[in-house]
């Protein structure tokens, strides 16, 4: 299997033993395995990043990530909170470094290790908001801020005092009210339509759901469309009217151009063209009777 970026940069995953199957025996051999692999000085990395960026040598983009894969495990360690496997955070955070390599810059003067951390925790973020709820919770910037921030100011369980939510919002520069809303999304679960909230209940949830058309309000709403449309339609000549019934107004086997064509003695686009005037007239004689 080969990963790859949204560019060149192609690397197997026999040199970054990124997928895991088994026991967490198989991740603790993998962590001791990146952490006694060599460490680059600053003159060899910046040498390969040269190598990589003028020639496209993947070799050299292969020995920088090795030297790196122990950033990764570091930084997905701190994500284990969020009830995910080792494996698939440092499988995404690799993600992340192998982008981050693509793109890095030797002129900058920098380490890549700094460069990179930002794009190995993107990749662990967007993978954790992708997979933590059926329904996402984080979408706008502030969101995801707080996602990742929240629980770490929390002292306990208890729901955060007005204080608290207030120190926050002026902390991570965000709204109080977004704080509220995001405590309130972290403290609630998913549940299937299917669940039965205790051993009384006969129905499920799904079926405690009310539907649209059945509300009073849609159907008084249905009845005097309803009734205003009958009133526009008996306002056409007859010829009209049978042919937007004929078309349009029977539950099945409507009426084609053709077969009222034939009917009526005319072309098909005689019928199309008295069809048109109807509809026209009927929009102006609804958007009246609605003023």
Known sequence: MKYTTNN?????????????????????????????????SYDEEISLAYDLQKKNNLNAAQKIILSHLRLVVSISKKYLGYSFLHSDLIQEGNIGLMKAVKRFNP????????????WIRAEIHEYILKNCRL???????SQRKLFFNLRNHKENLNSMTSKQIDLLAETLDVKRKDVIEMETRLSGKDITMDYLSNNN????????????????????????????LKSALNKLDIRSRRIVKARWLVNENNSTLHELAKEFSVSAERIRQIE????????NLLKNSIL
């Open 276 to 283: 048109t005037v109807a509809f026209k007239k009927m929009k």
């Open 135 to 141: 329904v996402k919770i984080a979408t706008t910037k």
């Open 107 to 118: 002129d900058q003067g920098v380490r890549l290790a700094s460069y990179a951390i930002h």
């Open 8 to 40: 060149s940069l192609i690397i197997n995953n026999s040199y970054l033993a990124c997928k895991f199957f088994g026991t967490l025996g198989n991740i603790d051999k993998y962590i001791k395995t990146v952490n006694n692999l060599p460490i680059l």
């Open 201 to 228: 209940d006969k129905l499920s949830l799904i079926f405690y759901l009310s539907l649209e058309t059945t509300e009073p309000i849609k159907i008084i709403e249905s009845l005097q469309y309803n009734k205003k």
